[in-house]
């Protein structure tokens, strides 16, 4: 009796060792793919991050670009319109000294 009750006590022992060795591995296992998962998670992140920010810088290209061009055509039309002012003026100046002239000539008629 106490040899079967030996040989009992013996095999719930070795199941039990064999369980929690089984039960450790297990656990270890689910943990390397846990952490593989995270890995996996946070290199996802760092790619879309980056995508991400390249979206930002090109956006930012874009509207840089964009605002150059609008102050280019601004400049442009403000050059135009100082030119144009610039030719009304000349143009004014011309006809105040024709008009100096004739009235020099009224005087010295006179």
């Given amino acids: 009796m106490d040899l079967i009750l030996g040989i009992i006590i013996a ?6 060792g ?4 089984f039960h450790r591995t297990f656990v270890r296992k689910k943990k390397a793919e846990a952490v593989e998962r995270a890995r996996a998670i946070v290199e996802d992140a760092e790619r879309q991050a ?3 920010l390249k979206e930002i810088e090109i956006e930012a290209r ?4 964009a605002v150059e061009a609008a102050f280019e055509q601004e ?4 050059r135009a319109d ?3 002012t610039k030719r009304q003026l000349e143009d004014q100046e011309r006809l105040l ?12 008629i006179l």
């Fill in 11 to 16: 095999v719930f022992a070795l199941l039990a």
């Fill in 18 to 21: 064999i369980d929690y060795l």
């Fill in 50 to 52: 980056e995508i991400r």
């Fill in 62 to 65: 874009e509207k840089a670009d």
């Fill in 75 to 78: 400049t442009r039309k403000k």
């Fill in 82 to 84: 100082l030119q144009a």
């Fill in 97 to 108: 000294e024709r008009k100096a002239k004739v009235i020099a000539r009224w005087v010295c």
